[in-house]
């Protein structure tokens, strides 16, 4: 089992900054993809930002130039640096992982989610 623990939400002020970060602690497993999700009060969970094995990046429309998504594969941990935020930013972020994981004797496709954190954009 693969665990994922998220911090770094709480509440900002509209044109603030917050960074998220996610990481990934378990006994076997190879990391692919990793990304941001986000969940608004009411609305369906939507894609932010997404980092597949590699340098490449792919970003929600509204967040582009605004959002950057990282990833440091040494401890398996995800970053979200989020500047210029605005009141329409708020919502519960998870972070996604799909990874290789070990289990009895078989390399198993499985993705895991972060438990959320909330951010808030408010004056």
């Known amino acids: 089992q693969v665990q994922l623990v998220e911090s770094g939400g709480g509440l900002v002020q509209p044109g603030g900054s917050l960074r998220l970060s996610c990481a990934a602690s378990g006994r076997r497993f190879t990391i692919n993809a990793m990304g941001w999700y986000r969940q608004a009060p009411g609305a369906q969970r939507e894609l932010v930002a997404t980092?597949?094995?590699?340098?490449?990046?792919n970003y929600k429309d509204s967040v582009k130039g605004r959002f950057t998504i990282s990833r440091d594969n040494a401890k398996n941990t995800v970053y979200l640096q989020m500047n210029s935020l605005k009141p329409e930013d708020t919502a519960v972020y998870f972070c996604?992982?799909?990874?290789?994981?070990?289990?009895?004797?078989?390399?198993?496709?499985?993705?895991?989610w972060g438990q959320g954190t909330q951010v808030t954009v408010s004056s």
């Open positions: 996604r992982v799909d990874l290789q994981e070990y289990i009895s004797g078989w390399w198993n496709s499985r993705g895991y």
């Open positions: 980092m597949p094995t590699g340098d490449s990046a």
